[in-house]
């Protein structure tokens, strides 16, 4: 049995997908969302591990690894994959993604009085052989609630915990909500008993940190630090045992940990460019394909020796405005009046333009489906998936500009403003290797066919980090980006798409938002009923705003070599993923 690791899920990272060159492609229209791809979630092959091997991952990426080893200060999810075979979840997952017994801690959850135990399992020991205590489940709170903390898990969920915004404004020294009961034994007290203490990537961390590695290093200089760059200290299966520069991280067995003797003697995670994931693949140097392009599907669908497993990701794809900014002072988005996105009716013209489902099934092979919200279906009781949402419309496109005003007054083919100006969209999309300027251009050529010019920011595609920094600094450059979220276990949008979140780069606000946003996070929502009915509500109103356009969900498939066993993707799977994977032949 196996735990899935919940790092890389919970790290929110900006995800694009590219695509080969549309030309002539015929157009579809639907109003379903279909899933035709079918996967196992777990590699088929059994048997006996053979001791002593070394198993070898490609992550596919044109992301950037940054080196930094920690799920508290990590922000893509290049550095989550890589910290992977090292960290551990202190919890399991129902089907739900929700928090269950039977990890490292157990937790106990108390509805009447708000509160929450955690209590730490026996053996539970660092891979420098010092044993996890109630300290170090205490001790990220106190990181990440820090007035100091530069990173982005401060948010909404932490803040419902009694006495974090006292802390976090550094008016208490200690966060007065958490107790620590004894060696093993945490107590959290919350303000409201909300959906986001149950889920994973919620209100509760899941994840311990060694307070003795981090003593004494001031909190804003913990992720430039040794323990977050260098040597990372943990209590999974492996630890970090070597890091190869930017591209390549070593582990070996962790000789504590809880759990069975790990097989491997080695695991090599090296990331490699989209470009080279096929022909590595194809001349199998790695057992573990992560993140393989979908666009090339059908040249690495079939290779000899290799099973694909998958299921859907939580994650998707969309497009997002920006209307706003965000406000230092008051920390919080702020909707700009009169700016160039501003009016509703452009944006949905945008979403009925773009033919999703075409780019879904013709360009990515099945391996992506169209999105209709902005819930992902692995969210199966909140999910709608009768919901039609931005279906292939340019006729709706064109009557909907219209209606705003957005005409072709000099009968040019292109649009003038509603004061009769040129008009001209800036879009930002970031590097992604051939296919990313041959999606961004068909994309230009379908809102190109209902009147509307849009050009890319910058001029050209734009590098990962720099194309980060702009969304992060709301660079003016950009009225419209392509982006997409990986959401993780919780699907709350707050973090995404709340007034005070700095995720939220669209930077809409709206009063209906925020009461709909609240009373997904409010205690009424821990009813199944109640809870669809908010999403439900929630789903309409961001369909009906626009500030953010779905565009496709994502499907996770790894080509993972015969001779791997014990390798499991599941989001409900027990155990870090790595704790039990073994190789039953000496060669791929």
Known sequence: MKKMLIGSLVAISVLF???????????????????????????????????DQTLKIAQASEGEFTGILSSVFSQNTVDSQFFEPANESLFYYDENLRLIDGGAASIDFDEKEKQVRITLRNRITWNDGTKVTADDLIFPYEVIGHPDYQGVRYDASKQNIVGMEEYHAGKAS?????????????????????????????????????KHVFEGIPVKEMATSDPVRKQPITFGPYYVSKINGKNSVEYAPNPYYYGEKPSLAKIVMTKIPVSEAVPSLQAKEHDIYMDMPAAEYSSWQSVDGYENIGQPRTAYNYLGFRLGHWDENKNKNVMDANIKMGDKRLRQAIGYAIDNETIAKRLYNGLQIRANSLIVPAFTTLHDANFTGFDYNPTKAKDLLDEAGYKDIDEDGVREDPEGKPFTIQFAVREGGDTA????????????????????????????????????????????????????????????????????????????????????SSSQALNEKNAKEIYQKWQQYAFDQAFAIPTTYIYQVYPVSERVINYNLSYTATQNRYATVGVIKEKR
């Open 174 to 210: 200690t966060i007065s909500g958490i107790e620590k009961v004894n060696d093993k034994e945490i107590r959290i007290r919350f303000k409201e008993m909300t959906p986001a203490i149950l889920q994973g990537g919620g209100s509760i961390w899941s994840d311990a940190m060694p």
């Open 17 to 51: 997908a590219g695509c080969d060159e549309i030309q002539n492609v015929p157009t579809t229209q639907s109003t379903t969302v279909e899933q035709s791809t079918d996967f196992q979630p777990k590699v088929s092959a059994t048997g006996q591990p053979i001791d």
């Open 437 to 520: 300027e041959a999606l961004a251009n068909f994309y230009i050529q379908q809102w190109e066919k209902v009147g509307l010019d849009v050009r890319l920011a910058t001029g050209k595609l734009i590098e990962a980090r720099t194309f980060s920094e702009m969304l992060n600094n709301n660079d003016e450059r950009i009225d419209m980006y392509s982006a997409g979220w990986s959401t993780g276990y919780n699907p709350d949008q707050t973090n995404f798409f709340g007034e005070t979140n700095r995720f939220n780069y669209t930077h809409f606000v709206s009063k209906e938002n925020n009461q709909l946003l609240a009373a997904m």
